[in-house]
C-alpha cells in the first residue's frame, strides 16, 4: 500500500512487499486513481479483477460496500496510500490490495509488516491482500473490539528480519530432510513452507493484540 516498505524476503526472494506512507509521493509513488475503471464494482468483483495483475492496486470501500478509492502507483511491490477527505471514518472502512508474482516475488503472500502497521496506524477495520498462483489465497487482518493499535503497530514497525528469519528456520529443517537424502527441495515447497511460517507469524501476534487474522482458502470467489 502507500509506501509499503518492507518486504518478507526469504533467500529465494520477496514473497511480500508494502503499502506505503500515503498521499501523492509516497514510497510507492505517485498515486494514480482509477476509480472510475473500477466504478460499481463490489469488494469480491475487485479483488478477483486485481488479483493477477503484475502492478499493485488498492481499493477503499465503505462501510456499505462501496468503491471509495481505486488506484495504483505502477509499482510491482509498493501501492501508494490515496488520500482520503479530513474526518474520514477509517474505522468503517476495508482497505483491500494485491501482490503479484515476479520480479523477484515467487508467489504474492501475506502481508508485510508494513501492510499491518498500516493497519493499525489508520484503525481500520479490515485490510485485505489477494495473491495469485497454486497455494495462494486471500489473507485478512479484521479489527475487532478492545484492539490494541499500539500493540500490533509497534510490533510491526521491527517485524521484518523476525519473519525473514522464522521463515529461513522452518525451510532450512525441511531442506536439511531434502539433503540427508541427496535431493533439492523443490521450489514449490520452499514457498508453502516459507509462506506457511509468516502466516502463523501473523496469526499468534495478530489474537495477542485483539485482531482477527484469517486465510481463505479459496482464491476466486
Given at each position: 500500500m502507500g509506501g509499503r516498505g518492507s518486504s518478507s524476503a526469504?533467500?529465494?526472494?520477496?514473497?511480500?512487499?508494502g503499502i506505503g506512507a500515503g498521499g501523492s509521493n509516497g514510497r510507492g509513488g505517485a498515486f494514480h486513481d482509477k476509480t472510475q475503471q473500477f466504478a460499481g464494482m463490489s469488494l469480491h468483483e475487485f479483488e478477483n479483477d486485481i488479483r493477477g495483475r503484475?502492478?499493485?492496486?488498492?481499493?477503499?470501500?465503505?462501510?456499505?460496500g462501496k468503491l471509495l478509492v481505486a488506484g495504483t502507483s505502477n509499482s510491482k511491490n509498493h501501492v501508494t496510500l490515496p488520500t482520503l477527505p479530513q474526518g474520514t471514518d477509517y474505522s468503517k472502512l476495508t482497505l483491500t490490495?494485491?501482490?503479484?508474482s515476479g520480479n523477484?516475488?515467487?508467489?504474492?503472500?501475506?502481508?508485510?509488516?508494513?501492510?499491518?502497521?498500516?493497519?493499525?496506524r489508520l484503525g481500520l477495520k479490515q485490510t485485505r491482500a489477494v495473491a495469485n498462483?497454486?497455494?495462494e489465497h486471500s489473507y485478512i487482518i479484521t479489527t475487532t473490539p478492545g484492539a490494541n493499535p499500539d500493540g500490533l503497530k509497534n510490533f510491526a514497525a521491527g517485524a521484518g528480519s523476525a519473519m525473514r528469519n522464522r521463515g529461513n528456520a522452518y525451510v532450512a529443517k525441511v531442506e536439511k530432510k531434502f539433503s540427508a537424502n541427496g535431493q533439492k527441495m523443490p521450489l514449490e515447497l520452499y514457498n508453502k513452507v516459507y509462506?506457511?511460517?509468516?502466516?502463523?507469524?501473523w496469526t499468534g501476534e495478530a489474537e495477542k493484540n485483539?485482531?482477527?487474522?484469517?486465510?481463505l482458502k479459496k482464491a476466486s470467489w
Open positions: 526469504g533467500k529465494h526472494g520477496k514473497t511480500g512487499g503484475s502492478t499493485e492496486y488498492i481499493g477503499i470501500f465503505d462501510e456499505n490490495h494485491n501482490h503479484p523477484g516475488r515467487g508467489l504474492g503472500g501475506t502481508f508485510s509488516p508494513a501492510d499491518i502497521e498500516n493497519h493499525a498462483g497454486k497455494g509462506l506457511g511460517s509468516q502466516k502463523k507469524f485483539g485482531y482477527q487474522y484469517v486465510t
